[in-house]
């Protein structure tokens, strides 16, 4: 199984990102797909998921109304598009697999996402 995330970077107040995650070595389609964060100093928090069936979706209040997570089966990847980006988004943000045909929960490295003027 493996995560790999990018697509992080810096960017000012305002601003917009998208992350990906491209994930392969399991049967994406039937996976519960999260997004996570840890800022400097602070727990990892999660952030958004997206379900197997139906692409129901879910986010923290921190983040309602700003990330957008969805997916592309046909490219077993998943994304997170962030806007409105506060200077409190900043943090790693990491791409976590669980369920489906998987027995633990898998995470990728992790990308930088940094917001500053």
């Known amino acids: 199984v493996q995560l790999v995330e990018s697509g992080g970077g810096l960017v000012q107040p305002g601003g917009s990102l998208r992350l990906s995650c491209a994930a392969s070595?399991?049967?994406?389609?039937?996976?519960?797909m999260s997004w996570y964060r840890q800022a400097p100093g602070k727990e990892r928090e999660w952030v958004a998921l997206?379900?197997?069936?139906?692409?129901?979706?879910n986010y923290a209040n921190s983040v309602k109304g700003r990330f957008t997570i969805s997916k592309d089966n046909a490219k077993n990847t998943v994304y997170l598009q962030m806007d409105s980006l506060k200077p409190e988004d900043t943090a790693v943000y990491y791409c976590?697999?669980?369920?489906?045909?998987?027995?633990?929960?898998?995470w990728g490295q992790g990308t930088q996402v940094t917001v500053s003027s």
């Open positions: 976590q697999a669980r369920g489906g045909d998987l027995r633990i929960d898998y």
């Open positions: 070595g399991f049967t994406f389609v039937s996976a519960v």
């Open positions: 997206i379900t197997p069936s139906y692409g129901l979706t």
